[in-house]
Each structure stands twice: as C-alpha cells, then as structure tokens.
C-alpha cells in the first residue's frame, strides 16, 4: 500500500450548537479512488470544505506529503494541489467555456504578461476533446446543459494538474455515455498517480470505480476498508446503523378523478405533441434520459415556460399558467432539479425558505407575522427532519439533503393539490432518498397527485402507478404499472421504438 499524500487525524469541527466532525481520521492515497460515504449531514461536505481552504477546523491535524497545512482560504488549497468538482456546478453564466476553466489561473504572455487568450482557447480545446466534448471554447456556459457545465468543471479540475481530485456527486446529471466518460477519466487519473476522493449515494458507482472506503455517520468515523471485502448491505449498515430492507414503501394504487389531462402540448425545439393524464392519488413517472424534455413539460405546466402548442386542462377547464404564481393560486407546486438556483435562496434562513410562498398569508397590513411564520417552519421543517442548529440558520450551511427538504418543507406547506417532483432525490442519501420515498408514497394516499421525474429506472419502477418514457422531446411510451418492465421501457427511452399502452 502507498504512502498516504493527505492523512487526517482526530479532525473536529463545531458550528453553534452543532458538532459537524468529531474527531475523524482519513487516508488518502497516490493512484486510489477512494469512497467517502455516509448519508447527509454526516460530515461529508463539511471535510470536503476543510480541505479546500473554506473552514478553519476547529481542532486536528491535516497532513500533505508529510507536512502540516494551514490552509487561510481555498486559493491557497488549489495551489497546495486540491482541487474539487462540486455536485452544484459553481460557475460564471455569463463568461465562456475558456473564461471558466481557466479562472483563477489565467494563462500569461511571460513577456507582456497579458492574458494569453489564444493559448488559453488553444489549451481548452484539448481538455475539451481529452473529455470527448463537443463545445466551442467561445461557448457562453449559461448556454450549456447541466451535465455539459459538470463536464467543464472536470476539465477545469484537469487544467490545474491537481494532486488530490474531490468529485461530489460528479455523475448526478450525467448521461450513461458520459457516467463511462467520467469512468475513463478516473482511471486515467489514478494512472497517473493522482489521489481521488469520490463522493456518491449511488453504490454501483462506487463499487465500480473506488478502490476503498471511509464511512461517516453524525460526524465521526465509523470504519474503512477495501470495496472487495463488503457488500453494499455492509456498506448500508454502516452509514445509518440498520438494514434498509424496502427502498420503496409498499402501497395499493387508488386512482379518483380526473385533475390534469395534457393534450398534444408542444414547446418549439424542446418537445412536441405530449399527451397524458393525471388523477387523484395517482404518482405518475416522468423517464428519460438527459436532454429528452421532461422537465421542460413540467416547467411548462407550471408556468415557467410558454407552451408553442397543445392544451392543459386543470378540473375539466382550460389551464393556461402565464407564471407560475398562476399554478400555485390553483395549487400546482414544482420542486425543481436545481435545488440551489431554483429552489432555495441560500442566503436566506430555513424559516423564511419554507415560509416564502406563504407570505400573503402570513401578512397583516404589509407586515408579516413573524411568530406565525417560526410556527408554521418549525412544523414542515419537523415533518421533513430536517437537520439543523435551528431554522433562523441560513440554508447554504445545510447539506445537499437537508437544503432539498427545506424545498420540500416550502411545497408541502403551501398545501399544493398537483405535487411536481423534478429528480427529488438527485445527489441524497439511501436514508433520506427512504423517506423522501415514503413521504410521497402518503401524499398520494392522502389523494395528491404527484409527478415524479427521475432518471433513475428503479425509483421510477418502485414508485410510478403509470409511467411515461421520453425520448428527444417525444413522448415514446405511456404506461401503466401492469406494464411496467425495466428493458421495455429502457428502449423505450433510448428512442428504438414507440410504445403507447392505454395512452
């Protein structure tokens, strides 16, 4: 076994009135991909965050390549050789693929010291075809999908010729073709020597690109090992303490009445001719793969897009959102793929977070009930168990778990008839995907019709009454849960043929 290049001891980390580390220990290695595990709010993000640059541990010892690091801040932690590729990709909209990767560490005319742009495209342009992407350096990255910006941000990773990879969640927006892309990457960098640390909930991942593990739970360490010698039962056990037996709750469909019926709804280059309908009590599954348009359908129906053709009918009577203040006045909410841009405010506190579409009923005379609005947080935000020093802390100190319940806790508590679930459990943990699983499974059986996007088959299996596959902005196949068959509806989303069941 090689020498650790980063070792941790006995690292700690308080927050007010909370404990985030507990004397963690960790050991990272030249050429080994290796696991961080444990559900959310374990203390992933915040060791993550430590080693570049932007916590001070509370208490500890970090070691590179045998010396102490103090790091003041994350440029000094890029520069040590850390470099981390985040599951929220953090980059500038307005400026251009180039602008992007090279951030922080522009390329220079040694004579002029000018920023050198043709090397610096020139450079890119390899990164670029080293990934097998087709994207013009010139590119602006707002015009991106968001598993092209993940790509760039890896590219960016590689620009840095980093020593230690940090890659949270690097695949949660990532085509099959690209997921074996990433793979390749990988093993090229441990080929090369590099040390990568890979954070992912989902374990056929993990036991196909990581070499060993470290599982943490509510801060501390919790044991480590080769991947050969565990299942993922093991693994399971670890993280939260107990066998998860069912991911999936049991439930008997009960379809009432007709409340969403879609007619031949199109929007002009993301999807034509969509046609289904909706009842009480009913979870419908929204699958495909990346860029086939489902969540252009489910922005469209709640407003956020204009439709170019088709009808929505809401209770039998023509639905024409214009915004999607419009939905929500007739009880349709939408929790987005994009929790951190579209679905909380993360310089805003928990408690405003949940209580934001509230607000007019919150009010007296222009001023908001301040008690009412704790009480109404601390309610949703109990039902949801959100983990928290308390709700007046602002959301961008959460973990990626907890920010989703908080955009769950802000729905739920808007009393919605129509739930939209846009990828609800991308980039949580197996305990916390459990419960988002059950809370919906209630919902429907309370008589909420629920939407469920996902682009993981075995969610969209255990939880859908009917199932409507995508494929490049058409809808390929509708079908009910009798029908339900993993290969069918696979090439039903890889577009190799049509199959309407019952459409």
């Not at 699983?437 to 919902?443: G, N, R």
Request: glycine share 8%; aromatic share 6%; charged share 25%.
């Amino acid at each position: 076994m090689s020498e650790p290049i980063v070792t941790i001891r006995n690292l700690t980390k308080f927050f007010p009135g909370i404990k985030a580390l507990d004397n963690v220990h960790l050991n990272i290695r030249e050429g080994q991909v290796h696991a961080l595990i444990g559900e959310n709010g374990a203390g992933k993000s915040t060791l993550v965050k430590i080693l570049t640059g932007v916590y001070f541990p509370t208490g500890g010892e970090i070691t590179m390549e045998g010396k102490p690091i103090h790091f003041k801040n994350a440029l000094d932690s890029q520069d040590a050789g850390i470099v981390a590729i985040h599951q929220e990709a953090s980059m500038f909209l307005e400026l251009s693929v180039a602008e992007n990767i090279f951030m922080g560490h522009h390329l220079r005319n040694e004579r002029t010291k000018k920023i050198n742009w043709k090397k610096m495209k020139e450079e890119t342009e390899k990164l670029l075809k080293r990934l097998e992407l087709s994207i013009s350096p010139d590119t602006l990255v707002k015009n991106l999908s968001v598993a092209q910006r993940h790509m760039v941000e890896i590219a960016k990773a590689l620009s840095l010729n980093a020593k230690v990879v940090i890659m949270d969640e690097p695949t949660s927006a990532l085509t099959s073709r690209e997921v074996e892309d990433l793979y390749r990457i990988v093993r090229q960098l441990k080929s090369e020597g590099k040390a990568i640390i890979f954070i992912s909930h989902k374990f056929e991942e993990i036991f196909e690109i990581c070499d060993y593990f470290t599982v943490l739970r509510d801060g501390q360490y919790i044991n480590e090992g080769y991947l050969k010698d565990v299942t993922t039962d093991d693994i399971v056990k670890m993280m939260i303490g107990r066998s998860i037996e069912h991911m999936y709750p049991q439930r008997t469909p009960s379809s009432g009445k007709e409340v969403l019926k879609v007619e031949h709804l199109s929007q002009l280059g993301a999807f034509s001719d969509i046609s289904f309908s909706l009842h009480e009590g009913e979870i419908l599954g929204f699958f495909g793969l990346v860029g086939a348009g489902r969540s252009e359908v489910v922005r469209t129906i709640f407003g956020i897009d204009r439709k170019s053709g088709g009808e929505v009918y809401l209770d039998g009577s023509l639905f024409n959102p214009r915004h999607p203040s419009d939905a929500m006045a007739r009880g349709i909410a939408l929790v987005p793929e994009d929790r951190q841009q579209q679905g909380v405010i993360l310089e805003m506190s928990i408690s405003d977070n949940i209580t934001l579409p509230l607000l007019d009923s919150l009010c007296t005379r222009g001023f908001t009930n301040r008690k009412k609005e704790k009480e109404v947080a601390r309610n949703f935000g109990e039902k949801m168990e959100i983990k928290a020093a308390g709700y007046e802390v602002d959301a961008d100190t959460l973990s990626g778990g907890n920010q989703q319940k908080v955009v769950l806790a802000k729905w739920i508590a808007s009393g919605p008839r129509i739930l939209i679930l846009d990828e609800p459990t991308k980039g949580i943990d197996v305990a916390t995907k459990a419960a988002v699983h059950e809370f919906v499974a209630q919902a429907a059986k309370d008589g909420l019709c629920v939407i469920l996007v996902s682009s993981e088959l075995p969610e969209i299996l255990g939880m859908s009454d009917k199932v409507a596959v995508m494929h490049e902005g058409e809808l390929t196949a509708l079908f009910d849960r009798s029908e339900l068959d993993s290969e069918k509806i696979m090439r039903c989303a890889l577009g190799e043929y049509k199959e309407i069941v019952n459409g």
